[in-house]
């Protein structure tokens, strides 16, 4: 069986370092068998989550689309910048508006409990976004997705790449393996 793997950054910057560790975590879950998917949250701008705004105008479409891609996949990699301590409002708003009921009424949290997570992140600071990391596991384990242990948070990332190349090739191993060991857990739950 071909596991599905959603794969996106906290990030909307063009240059992402986030981004950047996404891809090579993503090609280790490609390396593995697994299809992935990855998206930019860019791509898809939400408002502010408001309670009432949804009961006025419903979701927005970008709300179900994001719904639609969640539920067609069986795992989640989610690359978790650091925004002065925490993860970033960019990702958390898409998760509290993926989480609200999709379009038949089923609940959004499901989308998240029936999906292996892994998170990773990468910050100039020498903790590599690890406090981010940490919090949003935290929301994803609160939202009943399973959580691999397998993660990695690249301290000084802004010295760490060429281009889209991570210059160590050990941090690039160490990188995959996370992403692989996503597609492992996912296959193994999933059969």
């Known amino acids: 069986m071909t596991v599905k793997i959603l794969a996106l950054s906290g990030s909307a910057r063009r240059d992402s370092l986030n981004r950047k560790l996404l ?19 860019a791509d898809y701008p939400l408002p502010l989550y408001d309670g009432d ?13 994001l719904q639609r891609l969640f539920a067609g996949h069986d795992g989640l990699l989610v690359a978790s910048p650091e925004h002065n301590g925490g993860y970033t409002a960019l990702l958390k708003n898409a998760v509290d508006w993926v989480s609200r009921p999709t379009a038949t009424g089923e609940s959004g949290v499901f989308l998240f409990s029936r999906m292996v997570s892994a998170v ?37 990332a802004h010295k760490a790449f060429a281009d889209s190349d991570v210059l160590d090739p050990r941090i690039a191993t160490d990188v995959r393996s996370v992403g692989a060991a996503l597609a492992g857990i996912t296959r193994r739950l999933s059969d």
């Not at 891809?23 to 949250?41: F, K, N, Q, Y």
């Not at 903790?127 to 993660?151: D, H």
């Open 23 to 41: 891809e090579i975590a993503a090609s280790g879950a490609r390396d593995s068998g697994a299809s992935v998917t990855s998206i930019s949250l």
């Open 53 to 65: 705004l949804e009961a006025e105008q419903g979701s927005p479409e970008n709300a179900k689309v």
């Open 120 to 156: 990773i992140s990468a910050s100039p600071g020498p903790m590599g976004g690890l406090r981010s990391a940490l919090a949003f596991r935290g929301v994803l384990e609160k939202l009943g997705s399973t959580v691999i242990p397998q993660s990695f948070s690249l301290g000084a």
